[in-house]
């Protein structure tokens, strides 16, 4: 049987997780077995299905809301590097790491992941979504050393439009920072080197530690 809120949340009439939560409020309380008049569904199956949907459709709310646009993305134009670096610079614009303080700010930010998700790829995905929770974690614990992490990431965006030979040097000292800081984990280093390697820069760290 079809979820009956994923149609409405994939159309726009249920736009946010308390549409759906009001959605649900609604619907329960004609389906509540305790609302109900006597011999009508008392084993309260129907509440129970109700549920059901209303807990797959929140579990993944972001990828019904979000996939029908899945199109618009893979249509734009560019490369699929492109895409990627469009999407990482809007994220940190979005204020990446962060933990959004409201739900409007939550489906701005979720769908900003999403996008960037997107135009990675599921291999290069996994890995950012790995680096995003040990920079939440240096949010909360050092934020000198999620400064530098950051100012990585703009350096590499920034480096990818103006190549500038300076630019690649610091990276190459920034990267090999993040290596022997113990404070940044793999997840961080793995996805700083990656981004590297799109830009042609990576030859000259494992040189340096031959």
Same mark, same amino acid.
Request: aromatic content about 8%.
């Given at each position: 049987?079809a979820?009956?809120?994923?149609?409405?949340?994939?159309?726009?009439?249920?736009?946010?997780?308390?549409?759906?939560?009001?959605?649900?409020?609604?619907?329960?309380?004609?389906?509540?077995?305790?609302?109900?008049?006597?011999?009508?569904?008392?084993?309260?199956?129907?509440?129970r299905?109700?549920?059901?949907?209303?807990?797959?459709?929140?579990?993944?709310?972001?990828?019904?809301?979000?996939?029908?646009?899945?199109?618009?993305?893979?249509?734009?134009?560019?490369?699929?590097?492109?895409?990627?670096?469009?999407?990482?610079?809007?994220?940190?614009?979005?204020?990446?790491?962060?933990?959004?303080?409201h739900?409007?700010?939550?489906?701005?930010?979720?769908?900003?992941?999403?996008?960037?998700?997107? =135009? $990675? /790829?599921?291999? +290069? &995905?996994?890995?950012?979504?790995?680096? %995003?929770?040990?920079?939440?974690? @240096?949010? *909360?614990?050092?934020?000198? =050393? $999620? /400064?530098?992490? +950051? &100012?990585?990431?703009?350096?590499?965006? %920034?480096?990818?439009?103006?190549? @500038?030979? *300076?630019?690649?040097?610091q990276? $190459?000292?920034?990267?090999?920072?993040?290596?022997?800081?113990?404070?940044?984990?793999?997840?961080?280093?793995?996805? *700083?080197?990656?981004?590297a390697?799109?830009?042609?820069?990576?030859?000259?760290?494992?040189?340096?530690?031959?």
């Amino acid at each position: 049987m079809a979820n009956r809120f994923v149609g409405k949340i994939r159309s726009g009439e249920i736009g946010s997780i308390g549409d759906l939560k009001s959605e649900f409020k609604e619907l329960a309380k004609r389906n509540h077995p305790d609302l109900l008049g006597p011999g009508s569904d008392s084993d309260g199956e129907a509440f129970r299905r109700l549920r059901e949907e209303f807990e797959a459709a929140l579990r993944d709310f972001e990828k019904h809301r979000f996939g029908a646009k899945r199109g618009a993305l893979s249509s734009g134009a560019g490369s699929f590097r492109d895409e990627a670096w469009a999407c990482l610079a809007l994220f940190l614009k979005r204020g990446f790491p962060k933990v959004p303080r409201h739900e409007k700010e939550a489906l701005r930010y979720e769908y900003a992941r999403w996008r960037l998700g997107e =135009a $990675l /790829g599921s291999e +290069l &995905a996994e890995r950012f979504l790995a680096c %995003e929770a040990e920079l939440l974690e @240096l949010k *909360a614990e050092n934020p000198r =050393a $999620l /400064g530098r992490a +950051l &100012a990585l990431l703009r350096g590499l965006i %920034e480096y990818r439009g103006k190549s @500038l030979p *300076a630019m690649r040097t610091q990276i $190459l000292l920034s990267l090999g920072t993040l290596d022997i800081d113990p404070r940044h984990g793999p997840g961080c280093r793995g996805f *700083a080197r990656r981004l590297a390697s799109e830009l042609g820069i990576g030859s000259e760290i494992s040189a340096s530690r031959g």
